[in-house]
């Protein structure tokens, strides 16, 4: 147990997959939970959460999970949050915290604004930057956030003591905790995933117009493999997050729209020079990059 | 040895990379090799190759390399082919094979046109889709070729003879052999490398005209790595493929380009239905698609 923090009575999560339950299985091992109790709408996953101890108790009812607990997690998409955050309100504590791990944070904050008006001092919006390749409570692992980034952007209603106790458990998880307000969160993560994300999609769907794509799929290697990694993601989660992230995404998406069309001038008039600079620019900065 | 191939009594690689390198050293796993000279203009390049026993005998004179030849193996960057070419054409015995391993085609086949006129039934134009994070002789691998492609693109002047020799050899390397026109393969190649490097390039400058830039690729995780890989490749390789291999680069650029315009406008107008039917169409066939 980490000797500064102490440790939750009830930890309540709503949605028992991959974040969540690596969320629940950290804390375990850090010895800082005496009792975890999973909420989700997939039997299945509930089951498999309970057999894998990610969870004490299962439950199918958010409203009568969440009494008595001091921490909820959201753990649900976030087209679900809304819903969830409306059943849970009139059955919290009056220091039950509630803290969710959304992808995109203006909207998420809006939804604890409209939901959880008279709750919000105890209300942290968070997004830990991990995931896998597998979902569900069967991928959850307890190490999944060591050395990874979490970032808070709490409320400006958000209170002092609420927004160092989330800290304080996701640094117990291994995670690297940094704060930032939601729009600059929005901004960043529209460059640097939602927009690959869609350039992705935006590829492969180019690819399938040629007449002979699967000739062409045939032959595709390790070049295209890893670039196209992200386009066999969740067609749902990415629609949502587009939605609601409309507008940073927009901006970056039309920032790439212009370079390739710069670059589409450049191969048309043959320009060798012009595209040695512009290879070398993004070369150059992507050898000098490092994932934290 | 390869039971019905005959072995080379000389094999002389121009440019001792990876490619050469891995070429010769299955090879001469193979028992299909009995001398192996390496001509590289990098003598450092060519240190490490003697060292590695990757090659027997080092010159940096092709002209005089290749004299006694029976196998020319051009291993050098496209844009110094035509030079190498026009050295050595000379100096070939008349039934000396002379391959390639260049990544665009078309442009190479001109170059044997124009520079080995007199030789053309000996000559067998190739490319092996396999490559490695790492370059040159120090990289070069045995099994480098096991189960990978190997394009043939024969001229129509290649003799039957010639060709099925190139295609032996690049078996016993453990390739699996396919042949196709230069055109052919100049578009398969345009669709699923030549364009996805060119819109990691670029996607690469856009998130670099960012004002708060670094602060965004400090974010950036598992998603942008993987989409990304292919912008810190060499950007003289690059402009090199890029204007062989123009017409059918701007083809499959501009499809992308339109592709991305259509997603711009769904995300302008928040089309929820015709994202997620955007998205899965890229999602579902990706998940489809495995590397052969």
Redesign the interface.
């Known amino acids: 147990m980490s000797a500064s923090v102490a440790p939750l009575r009830k930890l309540v999560l709503l949605g028992t997959g991959l974040i969540a339950g690596s969320f629940a299985l950290a804390l375990r091992r850090a010895g800082l939970v005496a009792q975890i109790v999973g909420v989700d709408c997939c039997e299945g996953n509930l089951q498999r959460a309970l057999a894998r101890s990610v969870i004490d108790v299962a439950s199918l009812n958010a409203a009568a999970a969440v009494q008595g607990a001091d921490l909820v997690f959201l753990g649900a998409p976030v087209g679900q949050m809304g819903k969830l955050m409306q059943a849970i309100a009139p059955h919290l504590t009056a220091d039950c915290i509630v803290t969710d791990a959304g992808s995109t944070k203006q909207d998420v904050c809006e939804l604890y604004r409209t939901h959880l008006a008279g709750h919000l001092a105890q209300c942290v919006p968070a997004h830990p930057?991990?995931?896998s390749a597998q979902s569900g409570a069967a991928a959850a692992s307890d190490d999944l956030y060591q050395g990874?980034?979490l970032?808070l952007t709490p409320l400006p209603e958000s209170s002092h003591v609420a927004v160092e106790r989330v800290r304080a458990l996701w640094q117990a998880c291994g995670a690297e905790v940094c704060t930032m307000t939601a729009a600059e969160h929005d901004?960043?993560?529209a460059?640097?995933?939602h927009?690959?994300?869609?350039?992705?999609?935006?590829?492969?769907?180019?690819?399938?117009?040629?007449p002979?794509a699967a000739?062409?799929?045939?032959?595709?290697?390790?070049?295209?493999?890893?670039?196209?990694?992200?386009?066999?993601?969740?067609?749902?989660m990415?629609?949502d997050i587009?939605?609601a992230n409309?507008c940073a995404?927009?901006t970056?998406?039309?920032?790439?729209?212009?370079?390739?069309?710069?670059?589409?001038a450049l191969?048309?008039s043959?320009d060798?020079p012009g595209?040695?600079a512009?290879?070398?620019?993004?070369?150059v900065?992507?050898?000098a990059?490092n994932?934290?």
Chains 1, 2 share one sequence.
Do not use: H
């Open positions: 930057i991990a995931g990874r980034r970032v901004g960043i993560f460059a640097i995933s927009t690959p994300q869609l350039l992705a999609y935006a590829y492969m769907n180019a690819v399938l117009d040629n002979d000739r062409c799929l045939d032959f595709a290697a390790t070049g295209f493999r890893d670039f196209t990694r992200i386009a066999g993601s969740n067609p749902d990415w629609r587009a939605l409309r995404i927009l970056e998406l039309k920032q790439s729209a212009a370079r390739i069309d710069e670059l589409i191969v048309e043959a060798g595209m040695r512009f290879f070398e620019r993004a070369s900065a992507r050898n990059w994932m934290k």
